[in-house]
T-cell receptor, first 114, second 113 residues
Framework: NAGVTQTPKFRVLKTGQSMTLLCAQD?????MYWYRQDPGMGLRLIHY???????AKGEVPDGYNVSRLKKQNFLLGLESAAPSQTSVYFC?????????????FGPGTRLTVL | DAKTTQPNSMESNEEEPVHLPCNHS???????IHWYRQLPSQGPEYVIH???SNVNNRMASLAIAEDRKSSTLILHRATLRDAAVYYC??????????????FGSGTRLLVRP
């Protein structure tokens, strides 16, 4: 199993450009999450999904949109990138069962907005 | 959101035990205590979690105070690979039956050879 994968690994954008980050998981998990991590700080939750076709806002949702059209994929979109969105983005997933509490994280996408 | 307080950094010698403290004085009765760690240039990985009783797994032990206002992550024999940022997190249940992990800034553990 590949676990949680993220595409791309690195990206440089100019202010105002748009892009989509892809997160894929092969563990049949119901819940998926997008976080951002700024230098020297912990992760902050952007959006999350509790199942296919559902999305919800996290701590810092402004400037981002998400979609969960397929259970295994969770997309994060930036419609008009700003320098403040320069960060490392992590995706995570977890099983819906309360027996398993672990979130599995992807390797991250490093985004720079000039 | 309930908050946790951790030291910014700690140092340890290789093959010695490490005790990483965490204060969570505003914890509620249903909050689980989770620990994750983040190795350099990687995503976080789960370490351990608990509610009231002390917990052990292959990676670490979690000691929870009787009043639950503090906890300690114990690495029994630190290795160089354990050098990471360790996050103590209170897991809160959301109205949609999901739960969110609210990360603080964590403790950076340095392991000396």
């Amino acid at each position: 199993n590949a676990g949680v994968t993220q595409t791309p690994k690195f990206r440089v954008l100019k202010t105002g450009q748009s892009m989509t980050l892809l997160c894929a998981q092969d563990m049949n998990h119901e819940y998926m999450y997008w976080y951002r991590q700024d230098p020297g700080m912990g992760l902050r939750l952007i959006h999350y999904s509790v199942g296919e076709g559902t999305t919800a806002k996290g701590e810092v949702p402004d400037g981002y949109n998400v979609s969960r059209l397929k259970k295994q994929n969770f997309l994060l979109g930036l419609e008009s990138a700003a320098p403040s969105q320069t960060s490392v983005y992590f995706c995570a997933s977890r099983d819906q069962s309360w027996v398993y509490n672990e979130q599995f994280f992807g390797p991250g996408t490093r985004l720079t907005v000039l | 959101d309930a908050k946790t307080t951790q030291p910014n950094s700690m140092e340890s010698n290789e093959e010695e035990p490490v005790h990483l403290p965490c204060n969570h004085s505003t914890i509620s009765g249903t909050d689980y205590i989770h620990w994750y760690r983040q190795l350099p240039s990687q995503g976080p990985e789960y370490v351990i979690h608990g509610l009231t009783s002390n917990v052990n797994n292959r990676m670490a032990s979690l000691a929870i105070a009787e009043d639950r206002k503090s906890s300690t992550l114990i690495l029994h024999r630190a290795t160089l690979r354990d050098a990471a940022v360790y996050y103590c997190i209170l897991r809160e249940i959301s109205s949609d039956s999901s739960y969110k992990l609210i990360f603080g800034s964590g403790t950076r553990l340095l392991v000396r050879p």
